[in-house]
């Protein structure tokens, strides 16, 4: 089945959390530390920014165990896989006609966002909202890359969680999908000090990976689908990949590429929730 087109309409990401950053007091910490080490160029935090949060629960908690809690804000729900907090569900009605697309949203790392913000300047991405300090999260900003895929800048009040072995349930990658690879790169080894490496992955086909300190923190693919715009895309890992397909589907979900065998052996698909989160699951197999 050919992928559906995804694209990114920034008014309403950006009034989203606008809106949630303003009306509430809080957003919840990203971590219940108060001094760990921030991991500068991580994809630390997911946020599903969907109009039927209601519906976008009942699939996680079904598909892959996730707990989701109220918080403080009524808009706003933390997700947690076991006893770890991975992510939030945040609500947002359309307003008029323009509609809304439901969105996973990533958080990447940085030092400094203020820092960070002037260089997508610089380096010909956007800002849409930001810097703002939002309480317990910590300093955040609303930006994208030069191709268009959108995510938050953050420094987060307390440091950033602890990378932790994957295990089934929990976000195991992320990568930019990209219409220029090569400017792309540019662009993320300069906002986030990353070292872009080339590997070869499992099918024989080139893959570029980002990383700092010889940690690989997020892939970058050239977009294979002319409908499909630049974008973040989010995996999580799951222990019997078929078995997982089988429950998005049960769940009013839907399986949108893979598995195929020619890709990664047959280990990775992308699928959406029932309001059109659309997002990767990768079989750790024997892996830990």
């Not at 910590?138 to 950033?160: E, K, S």
């Not at 219409?179 to 540019?186: D, E, G, L, P, W």
């Not at 949108?256 to 699951?281: H, K, N, S, Y």
Request: glycine fraction near 10%; hydrophobic fraction near 45%.
């Amino acid at each position: 089945m050919a992928l559906k087109t995804r694209t990114v309409c920034i008014a309403l990401v950006t009034a989203l959390l606008c809106s949630t950053a303003a009306l509430s007091s809080t957003l919840p910490p990203i971590t219940d530390a108060i001094d760990n080490p921030t991991r500068p160029g991580a994809i630390v935090w997911a946020d599903l920014l969907t109009d039927d949060p209601a519906a976008a629960m009942a699939f996680y908690q079904a598909v892959f165990g996730w707990s989701v809690t109220k918080t403080d804000d009524p808009g706003y729900m933390l997700i947690s896989s076991g006893n770890r907090a991975i992510g939030g569900i945040a609500e947002h009605r359309p307003r008029g006609a323009a509609g809304s697309e439901t969105q996973w949203l990533v958080s990447m790392a940085v030092n400094d966002v203020d820092v960070a913000v002037r260089m997508v300047e610089q380096e010909g991405g956007k800002v849409f909202e930001g810097p703002d300090t939002v309480p317990d999260r910590g300093r955040m900003a609303i930006v994208a890359d030069p191709q268009g895929a959108v995510l938050v800048l953050l420094r987060a009040d307390g440091g950033d969680p602890v990378a932790s072995t994957p295990r089934a349930g929990s976000w195991l990658w992320a990568e930019a999908w990209t219409k220029n690879v090569a400017s792309t790169a540019a662009f993320y080894r300069t906002l986030a000090d990353y070292e872009v490496k080339v590997a070869r992955d499992e099918s024989g086909e080139d893959y570029v990976v980002m990383g700092r300190g010889n940690r690989a923190l997020a892939g970058l693919v050239e977009v294979p689908w002319a409908d499909v715009q630049p974008h973040w895309l989010s995996y999580i890992a799951v222990a019997d990949i078929a078995m997982t397909i089988d429950l998005v589907e049960a769940n009013g979900g839907a399986v949108l590429f893979g598995p195929d065998p020619q890709i990664d052996d047959g280990r990775t698909a992308i699928v959406a929730d029932p309001t059109g989160g659309v997002f990767a699951i990768y079989d750790l197999g024997s892996e830990p």
